[in-house]
């Protein structure tokens, strides 16, 4: 079983901070590029932010400059530091991973997603 569980999400002041992570376990034997989405209400997921195995990053133009995706590939986890926050920042964040699980002795791939965590950010 694979696991995506994300965390660090909450309630701030636009103008403030927010990390969140989200840790992978379970069989997982490797993960290539990890994905930050988010989802307003009323509004299709967005992809945010993401990373390669390698540390190569890409950004949303709305967040340029303000987010920072990070991971630490021998825990298996990826971050997201959140500044300079917008109200139009609102929405529930999604983790996303390519990876490549065992299972049994065998090797599989799948595209991994976490539960998702709230983010509010008031004007």
């Known amino acids: 079983q694979v696991l995506l569980v994300e965390s660090g999400g909450g309630s701030v002041q636009a103008g403030g901070s927010l990390r969140l992570s989200c840790v992978g376990s379970g069989n997982i034997f490797s993960i290539r590029t990890m994905v930050w989405y988010r989802q307003a209400s009323g509004k299709q997921r967005e992809l945010v932010a993401s990373i390669t195995f390698g540390g190569i990053t890409e950004y949303a133009d709305s967040v340029k400059g303000r987010f920072t995706i990070s991971r630490d590939n021998a825990k298996k986890t990826v971050h997201l530091q959140m500044d300079n926050l917008k109200p139009e920042d609102t929405a529930v964040y999604y983790c996303?991973?390519?990876?490549?699980?065992?299972?049994?002795?065998?090797?599989?791939?799948?595209?991994?997603w976490g539960q998702g965590t709230q983010v509010t950010v008031s004007s």
């Open positions: 996303n991973a390519d990876l490549t699980y065992v299972s049994g002795g065998l090797y599989g791939t799948r595209d991994a």
